[in-house]
């Protein structure tokens, strides 16, 4: 576990870079964390997903994994990969500040 | 009174089903007897497959009849046994609809109808090259294909695949990997194959002290790893895996594992299950989280912990306690951990023991088990011999729905090196 600052906020982050609260995201700090894993700007369909991604989260407990978010975002797997290159699901998670998904054991 | 008796039905007759109708219909047999309750348990085929036991038909170590029992054979007298394809479940009326009409109420619904593997989830999987040197080694067939396939194989790339995550048994495709090394050493081409495992996780296993034990063997055995690679298309005629990130990775024989989803009629039921069928199930007491009288166990639940055959017979303990509170009108008392325990088999006849939780890495140390300490997270013969012995307790005590001797419900934290 660490702190970091993103967007002038103090966050506790786990050993992974993910927000240990998810309550204390904003957008800003989104684009924030974005930026420092190698996403300068964030579109709309980014958007789409990140948005997609945190109400699943605030109202299941539990983020889509990849192929959930391909059916049901309305973003194809394969664009997912080129707007959150190499694991789209969790650097998705990361930027939308809610804990690493863990749909996979 | 039949207008008073109440209906226990079981989807799906496979390990976890299984347990569950030899478990209740053992604590309902004096209501059995009078009609009090019924159980019927629901499932396509008669096919019951010993599911660890693929694992070894590519080796040609099994046949495909040591492996496959009649499903009705497992199960009580007293429990019906309904031979019909599942169409839909009316959660608003508690009904299971079944293929050609037939309805079956219930007062408890199970859900235990598994995962099954999903190759025309990925472009091209099922195409060109599919079961001659494209192989789906979790159905009988594949792995049936594969093992001839395997037999005239040698030299050139074999490559061991995961597509996605969620798989059943996933230190399966491991074990594959490191029999594949001992398998062309004994028949002495092991120089001319190369193998590979491809995985779309970021290391060898999902959890990271063992990820690390499990990426040393690999590397030992000269076996390539390749991480992050999550499967976009395969193109079998000209021999290649596609990365959803256009990376590619060459095959001369490739032993894939498909996308994952839960039964067919649970991926076009919103509420009950997730976008891929599994059902969305309370990770402690395993009670749907979309009707209180639905309850799921085994792999075909949601919940983060392993899909394998010994998390099925431990939650079994938890959700007959709870299916026994519900139907007497009680709170639902008992939870299960996540407990997972697995032989990883890695050729050679030795193999590792992993123990696990929700919470719990797997780690090193020793497990109590009451015939002596097996060995955790290290290679030992006597964890292979256990793993080969576990056909036999697998069809004598844990269908039948007994606890195994020294083998809790509840993880222990004894011998373990944390």
Redesign the interface.
């Known amino acids: 576990m660490s702190t970091n600052s993103y967007a002038g906020v103090d966050l506790a982050l786990d050993g992974e870079g993910f927000l240990q609260d998810p309550a204390q995201w904003t957008p800003q700090i989104g684009e924030a964390i974005a930026a420092a894993n190698g996403i300068p700007v964030l579109t709309d369909r980014h958007w789409i997903v990140l948005h997609f991604m945190r109400n699943t989260f605030l109202s299941t407990g539990d983020a889509p994994s990849i192929r959930g978010l391909g059916k049901e975002s309305g973003v194809p797997v394969k664009e997912l990969y080129q707007l959150f290159p190499k694991g789209p699901a969790k650097l998705a998670a990361k930027i939308c500040g809610i804990p690493k998904p863990h749909g996979c054991i | 009174m039949p207008s008073s008796r109440r209906h226990i039905v079981i989807l799906g007759g496979g390990t976890a089903g299984t347990i569950m109708a030899n478990r209740l219909a053992r604590h309902y047999a004096p209501d059995l007897e009078v009609g009090a309750i019924d159980i019927s348990v629901v499932d396509e085929n008669d096919r019951h497959i010993y599911q660890p036991g693929l694992l070894f038909l590519p080796f040609g170590m099994y046949d495909a009849e040591d492996v496959v029992k009649p499903r009705g054979e497992q199960l009580p007298p007293t429990v019906h046994y309904v031979q019909a394809t599942i169409a839909h479940v009316d959660t608003d009326a508690a009904l299971v609809v079944l293929e050609g009409g037939r309805q079956l109420t219930y007062d408890v619904l199970i859900i235990a109808t598994g995962t099954r593997t999903a190759p025309d ?1 990925t472009e091209g999987m099922s195409g060109p090259g599919w079961q001659e040197r494209v192989f789906d080694w979790y159905t009988l067939e594949g792995a049936s294909g594969l093992g001839k396939a395997m037999a005239t194989f040698n030299r050139g790339n074999l490559v061991i695949s995961i597509t ?3 798989i059943k048994c ?1 230190v399966a495709p491991l074990e594959f990997a490191f029999l594949a090394d001992w398998y062309f050493q004994q028949r002495g081409v092991r120089e001319q194959v190369t193998i590979s495992y491809v995985t779309p ?2 290391a060898a296993f ?2 990271p002290a063992a990820a690390q034990a499990l990426a040393h063997l690999l590397e030992e055995k000269g076996i390539q790893l390749v991480t ?1 690679f ?1 499967t ?1 298309s395969i193109d079998g005629a000209a021999g290649k895996l596609i ?3 256009e990376r590619e990775v060459a095959f001369d024989l490739l032993a894939v594992v498909p ?1 994952h989803t839960g039964a067919t009629f649970l991926l076009k039921a919103p509420g009950l299950a ?3 069928g599994f059902v ?1 199930t309370d990770p402690a007491t395993l009670q749907s989280k979309h009707r209180p009288n639905i309850f799921a166990i085994g792999d075909a639940t ?1 919940v ?3 899909k394998a055959g010994s998390v099925a017979h431990f939650e079994a303990e938890v959700l007959e306690q709870n299916v026994i509170q519900f139907l007497a009108g009680e709170p639902l008392t008992n939870t299960f951990d996540g407990h ?1 325990n697995c032989f990883i088999e890695t050729g050679f006849h030795k193999a590792l023991l992993i123990d696990f939780n929700y919470e719990t890495e797997p780690v090193t140390g020793h497990f109590p088990f009451s015939v002596g300490p097996l060995s955790l997270l290290k290679e030992s013969r006597l964890n292979h011999l256990g793993k080969m012995a576990f056909k036999y307790v697998y069809w004598h005590a844990l269908l039948p729905g007994y606890d195994i001797p020294g083998v809790p419900t509840h993880m222990s934290l004894a011998g373990k090196d944390l």
């Open positions: 989830e996605d995550m969620p996933p996780l970021d999902t959890k992050e999550a976009g990365s959803f990130d996308v997730n976008a891929m969305k949601d983060p912990a392993s997972a």
